[in-house]
């Protein structure tokens, strides 16, 4: 039998390891995506209890979204290599079986004793059931990691720091502006202008709410 295809065949043994990893390694990547958003998200409203921030909560929600989109992304592409399968594949009680067995398939012609190591490799890999006995769960640290960001979260959002005047001014004075914007939306869409028209009018009526929204002092 050719080496390339025992490779393959010791490989598609250890698939099950494979996937199993995979996710683990996604589910570890996507919690802590969740707990760099949630730390940052903290930092974010412990600074709107000193200065006014527009549209806060808008800001939260796109960058958790934006966050957590390209770990689910990054998550999805981090696929175990072959040396680290066979290597954790090993870590399951059989020492170096694999990676041995791994490295004699790396050479073109295996010597009598490594073809015996490949045997063997590929019986254990036939008779276990390896993604049964690999957890996907991510290690506690990282469950710790996202129970500091929470309550860093949750400190950040119930401390009872009374905004200044200027703030509450500044917040009164934006709801203002936003119900402005949203009412002359209304009168807009009810009159008897184009739909090229109003959507000209709705634009420019945007770019003013965003241009006024820089002016928080």
């Not at 930092?43 to 770990?71: Q, R």
């Not at 036939?126 to 990691?145: A, L, Q």
């Not at 703030?167 to 008897?192: C, G, I, T, W």
Request: with cysteine.
């Amino acid at each position: 039998v050719k080496v390339g295809v025992l490779m393959k065949e010791l490989l598609k043994s250890l698939r099950g390891l494979r996937i199993k990893i995979h996710t683990k390694t996604f589910l570890t990547v996507l919690m802590l995506t969740c707990s760099f958003c949630a730390a940052a998200d903290a930092v974010l409203i412990f600074a709107s209890k000193f200065t006014y921030i527009y549209g806060l909560w808008n800001k939260v929600g796109v960058f958790s979204l934006v966050c957590l989109a390209m770990g689910a992304v990054v998550g999805a592409l981090l696929r175990p290599s072959a040396v680290s399968l066979v290597r954790i594949a090993d870590s399951l009680g059989y020492k170096e079986r694999f990676i041995t067995a791994y490295e004699a398939l790396s050479v073109d012609s295996p010597l009598p004793m490594q073809e015996l190591v490949i045997e063997d490799a590929l019986r254990c890999a036939g008779e276990k059931d390896f993604g049964k006995s690999f957890s996907v769960m991510p290690g506690k640290v990282f469950f710790n990691i996202l129970i500091a960001a929470l309550a860093l979260f949750a400190f950040a959002y119930f401390v009872p720091i009374t905004p200044s005047e200027d703030m509450q001014r500044q917040e009164e004075m934006h709801d203002r502006l936003d119900k402005a914007v949203e009412d002359m939306k209304r009168e807009v869409e009810n009159s008897p202008l184009t739909q090229n028209q109003k959507s000209e009018i709705n634009a420019e009526l945007n770019d003013l709410k965003k241009e006024l929204s820089k002016y928080d002092n």
